[in-house]
């Protein structure tokens, strides 16, 4: 295979792992627009995928029956190969495993605030029994400490933590992804979220195959405070 036939061929490859990512059957250049905001490798690489959309298009369209006006480098082709194996090797979440400290349904308030000033942490899963009912965030709390602000004596050991978990925003306070999750869609949704929102508090629970039927099933967990760790890895 000479190297103008690796161009085309790292080339199809890299517009076949981009559809995939996308989940859209469009050409190269749509996707190419599509994914310039929206995933960190078009965004990092954006200069030489667009190069390589325009050389394509002169070797294809333009192509001399002798000779080609233009022609690949080996270094080039290398560029694009790496650019492929990001998208078809990306980072993922299992990066972020770590234990993970839950709470009960029953457990106090008091008890919980213990938790997260001795742990230094503001997000817990919660779970009665078995069964994972939410997250206590501190979006909760904060919500929660508005309803009771009326009151002139509030006992901290009165109020379990099923009081505070159904004010949380369940739809902008976790996702459950499996450990294979790319971490550049953490990076996606969170952005998402501060675009439509103003900030992000979301929780990424990280999973052996995307579910939680047990305590043990979470493994890892990312928040906004692991942000900066997430784009270093992105880098």
């Known amino acids: 295979m000479n190297l103008l036939e690796e161009f085309l061929t790292e080339f199809n490859l890299l517009h ?3 559809k995939k990512d996308a989940h859209r059957d469009q050409n190269f250049g ?6 310039k905001n929206r995933n960190p490798i078009v965004k990092q690489y954006y200069d030489d995928i667009d190069k390589a959309r325009q050389l394509r298009n002169i070797l294809v369209h333009e192509k001399k029956e002798k000779y080609n006006i233009a022609e690949p480098t080996e270094m080039f082709v290398e560029r694009l190969r790496l650019i492929r194996s990001k998208f078809e090797n990306p980072e993922t ?7 993970i ?3 009960n349904n029953s457990d106090t308030f008091k008890k919980a605030l213990n938790d997260m000033r001795q742990q230094q942490v503001s997000q817990y899963p919660v779970f009665e029994g078995n069964e994972f009912l939410g997250m206590l965030t501190d979006n909760g709390i904060t919500k929660w400490l508005t309803l009771v602000s009326t009151e002139t004596f509030i006992d901290l050991s ?8 159904q004010l949380d925003d369940k739809d902008t306070s976790y996702i459950i992804v499996d450990k294979n999750y790319p971490l550049h869609k953490v990076e996606e949704k969170m952005t998402e979220l501060v675009n439509r929102k ?3 508090k979301l929780s990424i629970l990280i999973t052996p195959k995307g579910h939680i039927k047990s305590r043990d099933d979470i493994i890892g967990i990312i928040t906004p405070a692991d942000m900066p760790r997430v784009l270093e890895y992105l880098k």
Not at 93 to 99: H, Q
Not at 158 to 165: A, E, H, K, N, S
């Open 93 to 99: 979440v299992a990066l972020f495993k770590r234990p």
């Open 30 to 35: 749509k996707l190419m627009y599509y994914l």
């Open 16 to 18: 076949e792992a981009m």
């Open 158 to 165: 009165t109020y379990q933590v099923r009081d505070l978990i």
């Open 198 to 200: 103003g900030y992000s």
């Open 101 to 103: 400290t839950s709470l």
